[in-house]
């Protein structure tokens, strides 16, 4: 069960490194695992440290016997080996998959000395020590084999115990031999595994002798000296007058970045208030125009005030009932105790006076025709 979901996960992965422009469809991306706590402690012990194995005879397991599953007490012996300079995911993926080959297997990863690997292969950046305990360190690796042999012989197989070799199926040319492997694939003992694509201890130093300038130069700002690094007196300065070139063109940009934000919240901010202000000025002009336009309110106010004011000045009128002035009464004559007809008739009264309405009787009309 094991095996077949790491093997699900491991193409999965591949998948999606050779999708197009690193994208990933939903129906490729590995499912969700389960959390759990492998309890792995200690790093994987060194052949050359373990006990000697007991003294039954050693024979080998088959192909059909190692994938039906064998006893507990007897895995599947699988052995990998390699430089594994600069260990790297690619180096851990295929001990992975050498440790899943089968439902039970005790992986033995051999690694090849600074001699061997300086004579058939080329300079390490780490040396043989460092490699071990690199190796030591996989989770996968169930035993580490120091100074292995750079082709395997019957009688290493035979020391160790081994079941079957796993390493890509690629024709690994060196030695003299255009494979190293093919006696053990001649003697079915081969387990092919896949290669993982993009990343070899060769891509890494390729990426450091591209960039040189870069490292060294992070390496000198870092503490190191131009002597631990191999750098001339005249590069020392250059690399620290192009650091100091980049930190001037990092600080400009910066404030370019931060010049542009502060102009863009300062557009955001104006066109905020100039909407504010083209709202508060449609609703200044509705109230004006409701106020002050020719229905507005100011405009019923005064004709509301003119009303009242005229009404106050003006007098009140009669009631529609009461008698006009040629429909009254005539007043009352009367005569004075003193006015006789012996008396002579009183002065006219100027034109004036009856214009004023004092009344004539008609007896003083009688006495002066008299």
Same mark, same amino acid.
């Given at each position: 069960?094991?095996?077949?979901?790491?093997?699900?996960?491991?193409?999965?992965?591949?998948?999606?490194?050779?999708?197009?422009?690193?994208?990933? !469809?939903?129906?490729?991306?590995?499912?969700?695992?389960?959390?759990?706590?492998?309890?792995?402690?200690?790093?994987? +012990?060194?052949?050359?440290?373990?006990?000697?194995?007991?003294?039954?005879?050693? %024979?080998?397991?088959?192909?059909?016997?190692?994938? #039906?599953?064998?006893?507990?007490?007897?895995?599947?012996?699988?052995?990998?080996?390699?430089?594994?300079?600069? *260990?790297?995911?690619?180096?851990?993926?295929?001990?992975? %998959?050498?440790?899943?080959?089968?439902?039970?297997? $005790?992986?033995?990863? @051999?690694?090849?000395?600074?001699?061997?690997? $300086?004579?058939?292969?080329?300079?390490?950046?780490?040396?043989?020590?460092?490699?071990?305990?690199?190796?030591?360190?996989?989770?996968?690796?169930? !035993?580490?084999?120091?100074?292995?042999?750079?082709?395997?012989?019957?009688?290493?197989?035979?020391?160790?115990?081994?079941? *079957?070799?796993? $390493?890509?199926?690629?024709?690994?040319?060196?030695?003299?031999?255009?494979?190293?492997?093919?006696?053990? /694939?001649e003697a079915g003992m081969f387990a092919p595994t896949q290669r993982t694509e993009g990343i070899s201890t060769s891509d890494i130093i390729t990426r450091i002798v591209r960039d040189y300038d870069v490292y060294v130069r992070r390496n000198l700002q870092r503490g190191y000296t131009a002597k631990e690094l191999n750098?001339?007196?005249?590069?020392?300065?250059?690399?620290?007058?192009? !650091?100091?070139?980049?930190?001037?063109?990092?600080?400009?940009?910066?404030?370019?970045?931060?010049?542009?934000?502060?102009?863009?919240?300062?557009?955001? /901010?104006?066109?905020?208030?100039?909407?504010?202000?083209?709202?508060?000025? #449609?609703?200044?002009?509705?109230?004006?125009?409701?106020?002050?336009?020719? !229905? @507005?309110?100011?405009?019923?106010?005064?004709?509301?005030?003119? @009303?009242?004011?005229? %009404?106050?000045?003006?007098?009140?009128?009669? =009631?529609?009932?009461?008698?006009?002035?040629?429909?009254?009464?005539?007043?009352?004559?009367?005569?004075?105790?003193?006015?006789?007809?012996?008396?002579? =008739?009183?002065?006219?009264?100027? $034109?004036?006076?009856?214009?004023?309405?004092? +009344?004539?009787s008609e007896d003083d009309g009688e006495d002066d025709e008299d």
């Amino acid at each position: 069960m094991e095996a077949h979901s790491s093997s699900r996960l491991l193409l999965a992965r591949k998948r999606r490194r050779e999708g197009s422009n690193g994208e990933t !469809e939903e129906g490729e991306r590995p499912g969700k695992v389960p959390r759990c706590t492998v309890g792995l402690k200690h790093p994987a +012990p060194f052949a050359d440290e373990l006990e000697p194995a007991d003294d039954k005879p050693y %024979q080998r397991v088959s192909m059909d016997e190692a994938k #039906r599953g064998t006893q507990p007490e007897r895995p599947v012996r699988v052995y990998a080996d390699g430089i594994f300079d600069v *260990f790297h995911s690619g180096h851990a993926r295929a001990l992975m %998959q050498a440790k899943c080959l089968f439902p039970n297997t $005790h992986l033995i990863v @051999g690694v090849c000395s600074d001699d061997l690997t $300086h004579k058939y292969k080329g300079f390490t950046v780490m040396n043989e020590d460092e490699r071990y305990d690199a190796v030591s360190h996989c989770r996968y690796v169930d !035993e580490v084999v120091r100074n292995a042999p750079w082709t395997l012989t019957p009688e290493f197989l035979a020391k160790h115990r081994i079941d *079957f070799v796993a $390493h890509d199926d690629i024709p690994y040319s060196s030695a003299g031999s255009d494979d190293v492997y093919k006696h053990i /694939k001649e003697a079915g003992m081969f387990a092919p595994t896949q290669r993982t694509e993009g990343i070899s201890t060769s891509d890494i130093i390729t990426r450091i002798v591209r960039d040189y300038d870069v490292y060294v130069r992070r390496n000198l700002q870092r503490g190191y000296t131009a002597k631990e690094l191999n750098v001339s007196f005249i590069n020392e300065k250059k690399y620290h007058l192009q !650091e100091r070139v980049d930190k001037v063109k990092r600080k400009v940009r910066d404030v370019e970045e931060k010049s542009k934000e502060f102009v863009q919240k300062v557009e955001e /901010k104006s066109i905020d208030l100039i909407q504010k202000w083209e709202e508060k000025s #449609r609703e200044f002009i509705g109230n004006f125009l409701q106020m002050f336009g020719p !229905e @507005g309110a100011l405009k019923h106010m005064l004709k509301e005030g003119k @009303g009242r004011m005229l %009404q106050a000045i003006s007098p009140r009128q009669s =009631p529609d009932s009461s008698p006009t002035r040629e429909e009254r009464s005539p007043s009352p004559t009367f005569r004075l105790p003193f006015f006789t007809k012996t008396s002579p =008739p009183p002065s006219p009264l100027p $034109h004036h006076s009856a214009a004023r309405g004092y +009344p004539i009787s008609e007896d003083d009309g009688e006495d002066d025709e008299d």
